[in-house]
Antibody
Framework: QLQLQESGPGLVKPSETLSLTCTVSGGSISSSTFYWAWIRQPPGKGLEWVGSLYYHGTTYYNPSLKSRVTISLDTSTNQFSLKLNSVTAADTAVYYC???????????????????WGQGTLVTVSS | EIVMTQSPATLSVSPGERATLSCRASQSVSSNLAWYQQKPGQAPRLLIYGASTRATGIPARFSGSGSETEFTLTISSLQSEDFAVYYCQQYNNWPPWTFGQGTKVEIK
């Protein structure tokens, strides 16, 4: 059974870089049928997709964050990572990593829902 | 960007009753819609994909319907463990993949 686990600092200072890692167990991040995603949720608010990447390098980022976000993966450790620079208090959130399946739909491929999710990690931006 | 709008924001329901949650897309998403359940302190869990297909292990009391811009999640007979926040998410036009703001189902 695939499991994901987020890790990283729970407190980041304003203007610095938020760095998180997601460790995947029970499956390979080099699979051709999955993207890997980060999603965040500010306290008491809804879900916001941050970005997704494919094992061979294709990445998609939320346009609202695009200039500050980098997602990468390390196949040797079966991990993928999130870096968000120049953070402010508005970036305080629970950050989730999730598997993001690729599904064939007729003659094209669609990147679909998120399943499963990690348990999430709270990152607070504060001095 | 496709905007997903859920209603109502909060739904008060008695155990054993039916709950009907709505999700509207700002433009057609065909049947490329998923529903998630989130309990306090937990990660979201996939319930429904393809607008109407239950994910593995999801009880039959959960059902999804709709297409294009109007979708419904129905819980036929609410159990105590079903009181939670529910989100819809579209995967027809991306990036970005977008979520609704959520509907909280609370005990009446």
């Amino acid at each position: 059974q695939l499991q994901l686990q987020e890790s990283g600092p729970g407190l980041v200072k304003p203007s610095e870089t938020l760095s998180l890692t997601c460790t995947v167990s029970g499956g390979s991040i080099s699979s051709s049928t999955f993207y890997w995603a980060w999603i965040r949720q500010p306290p008491g608010k809804g879900l916001e997709w941050v970005g997704s990447l494919y094992y061979h390098g294709t990445t998609y980022y939320n346009p609202s964050l695009k200039s500050r976000v980098t997602i990468s993966l390390d196949t040797s450790t079966n991990q993928f990572s999130l870096k968000l620079n120049s953070v402010t208090a508005a970036d305080t959130a629970v950050y989730y990593c999730a598997r993001h399946p690729l599904r064939r739909s007729g003659t094209y491929y669609n990147v679909v829902w998120f399943d499963p999710w990690g348990q999430g990690t709270l990152v607070t931006v504060s001095s | 960007e496709i905007v997903m709008t859920q209603s109502p924001a909060t739904l008060s329901v008695s155990p054993g009753e039916r709950a009907t949650l709505s999700c509207r897309a700002s433009q057609s998403v065909s049947s490329n819609l998923a529903w998630y359940q989130q309990k306090p302190g937990q990660a979201p869990r996939l319930l429904i994909y393809g607008a109407s297909t239950r994910a593995t292990g999801i009880p039959a009391r959960f059902s999804g319907s709709g297409s294009e811009t109007e979708f419904t999640l129905t819980i036929s007979s609410l159990q105590s463990e079903d009181f939670a926040v529910y989100y819809c998410q579209q995967y027809n036009n991306w990036p970005p993949w977008t979520f609704g703001q959520g509907t909280k189902v609370e005990i009446k």
